[in-house]
Structures are given as C-alpha cells and as structure tokens.
C-alpha cells in the first residue's frame, strides 16, 4: 500500500477562459485529463491510493474518471471553501489509511514531470526525513519559490520570489512534489488555510525537521500558463516525455477517434486533434491543442494556440499563440495576434481583426488590434 494526495482545487486563473468550465487538471492534454497522465505515473510508481484535495468544480474530478482503470484507488475531499495548499493536505488526510511513521507522495495537479516518483519515495524513507522536496534547476528563478540545500541536500531556507539578482542565491526551485512523513501532515493546522510553500515549510526549517531537496534534472514543466499547456501536450504527442496515458503512438500529430482532418490540412509540432473536432482543407495547424467539437476551417493558419471546445476558427483566419474559448466563433478572414484571448461563447466577425496589411505570422506582434470588443484579452 503506497498512499498520495493530489492537489486539484485551484482555480486555474492564468488559464482562463479555458479553465471556466473546466478546472486545470481536466483540461485534455495529449488527448486525455492532464490528470491521467499523472494518476498513470503514479500508479507505475507503486501508488495504490490516491486522495483527490478538490475545491473548484469538485463534482466533475469524480465524473472525469469514471470508467478508467488505472489501477488505482480514487478517493475525494471536497473543501467547502478553499484551504490553500497546506489545507488542503491537511484536510485529505482524513482519508489516508497509513501509519504515522509512513511516507505520503503529494503532488500539485498541474505539473508534467519525469521525476522517478519511487525512488523519491524511497529515498524519503532510507533517510528518515520528515518532508523530501523535488527540486527542478531553471535558468530564470525570478518567477519561482527557490529552495537552497546543503552539500547533503539539507534544505536551508524557503526563500520567495527574487526582486534582486543578489537575492537569487540558487537555481533550484519547488518542482511541487513532496513526499510527507505522515505525522508531518497531522500536525498542520486543520480547518484553515494554510499555504503549504510559506508556511508548513517554513515552519518545519525553524523547527529544525529534517527538510530534504532532491535536484533532478528530467523534463519539468508547470502547465499553469497558456503556453506551457500548449508546449507540455506538444511535447507529449512528440515522444519528449512519456507517458503510460497517451492515447495514441508518439508523432507531429494525435488525431483522436472522431476527429475528421482533411487529407489537403497540414498538421506537426505535436498538433492535438480532440474527439469530433474538424479540420478543412488548406488548413494548417502547427503545435496547437484543437480541444474536442472545434472546427478549424479552410485555409486557417493556427499556431501555437488552443482552440476551445466546439469553438471556430473561419476560413483563411490567422492565429498564433491565442486561447480561444469554448464555443467562440471567430469569422473568416481575421488575424489573430499573439496572446489574444476570447472568452467562452464570444463572436468575433468575418475580417474585424486585422493587425497588418500583410498578414503574416512572424515575427511576432504584441499591439492588440481594435475592434476586439466581443473578445477578451489578457496581458499573459
Ligand atoms: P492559478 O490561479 O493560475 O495560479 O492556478 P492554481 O489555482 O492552480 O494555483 P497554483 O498553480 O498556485 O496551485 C498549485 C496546485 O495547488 C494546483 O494543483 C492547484 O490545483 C492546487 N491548489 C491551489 N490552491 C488550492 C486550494 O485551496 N485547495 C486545493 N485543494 N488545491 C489547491
């Protein structure tokens, strides 16, 4: 019996609109809920239990998994209000099963990881530490809780996000996986928030626990923005990292069962096409996630974006690293610029948007265009 708890309750808010009616961790990605790429890794890892920490939308987790086998146990507990991630460990843990002295794997929902999961597990164990970090290396820290260790990976100090280049004394940051000696988590305060990153951590270094940071340098990747979620299914669909939940064998393409593609459309860059979604003729589609239901229409030229379900894209329309909501329509002859956002069930007409006499797509533009006002746009 191996037990984990999921962290799946945020709010996703970087992802919005995509994350509207569907919370971050159900959003498909290489074909299937992001989750089921973890739950598959997990269950390879020897995990047999797994506690689902749910806030946001909880009602669907349970649906999303009905009728999969992973081997797994799925067990749900619901916050009534969200109790940030300390919290939320703190009020799973009601569910867990094992002893004190037992180790438990907690993963944050949003994260494509080659981590080796056992060997993190067992390391925990063998050292008798009270909580073991995985620790990923990035070139630019600024954005990320950094983590320093000792030579003998003692953890040294939680140190948050730099504002100085003096204050970035490591590259190694929160990778959001932990391994829990179990008394550790029945010690956070029950029934408020916690955040486990500023306080439980923290806490435990000035009570001189036993904190581990375990550097591993495999694939990594935080699907928490637009981009990262279209670079983590492109490159699950292009064999960089594997997965026991993809749907179909690596490629430029996944094209689900229903999905209709044109044999005169052109798709690559790990190109996701979802159950029942369309793509016509002269079409090009590079690198993008074309969620289940959408249609993409003759001659577009789809870059780097997601297209929401049973959205559309029109004829000869041009979009490069756009999110397009579920069930938008946006006309033919429009142009796209990156970082554009439309919100769920939103129109854009026929040729309202243009942001050059040439539409091209390189090099990239940052002006947003006038005549957006049925779409949302963001800054991220
Ligand atoms: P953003 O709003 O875009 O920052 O995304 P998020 O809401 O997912 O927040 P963040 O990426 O910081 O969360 C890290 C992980 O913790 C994710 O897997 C979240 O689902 C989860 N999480 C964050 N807050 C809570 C909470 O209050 N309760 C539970 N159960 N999970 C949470």
Known sequence: MSEAILLVGGQGTRLRPLTSHTPKPLLPVAGVPFLAHQLAR???????????????????????????????????????????????????????????????????????????????????????????????????????????TDPDGRVTAFLEKPQTPEQIVTDQINAGCYVFTRSVIDRIPAGRVVSVERATFPTLLAENALVRGVVDDTYWLDLGTPAALVKGSADLVRGRIDSPALPGPTGDALVLPGARVDPDAVLSGGTVVGEGARISAGAVVEGTVVLPGARISAGAVVYHSVIGRDAEIGAGTTADTVVIGDGARVGSGNELPPGLRIGCGATVDDESVRTSAAPTLCPPRTALPSGVRHASSAAR
């Open 42 to 148: 997990a269950a390879a890892a020897g995990v047999t239990r797994i506690v689902f920490a749910t806030s946001y939308l909880a009602e669907l987790f349970e649906r999303a998994f009905d009728g999969w086998d992973f081997g797994l146990e799925l067990v749900y507990a619901t916050e009534r209000e969200p109790l940030g991630t300390g919290g939320a460990i703190r009020n799973a843990a009601k569910h867990l099963t094992c002893d004190p002295g037992d180790p438990v794997l907690v993963f944050n929902g949003d994260i494509l990881s080659g981590v080796d999961i056992a060997a993190l597990r067992e390391g925990h164990r063998g050292t008798g530490a009270d909580v073991t970090l995985h620790l990923t290396r990035v070139s630019d820290p600024r954005a990320f809780g950094l983590v320093p």
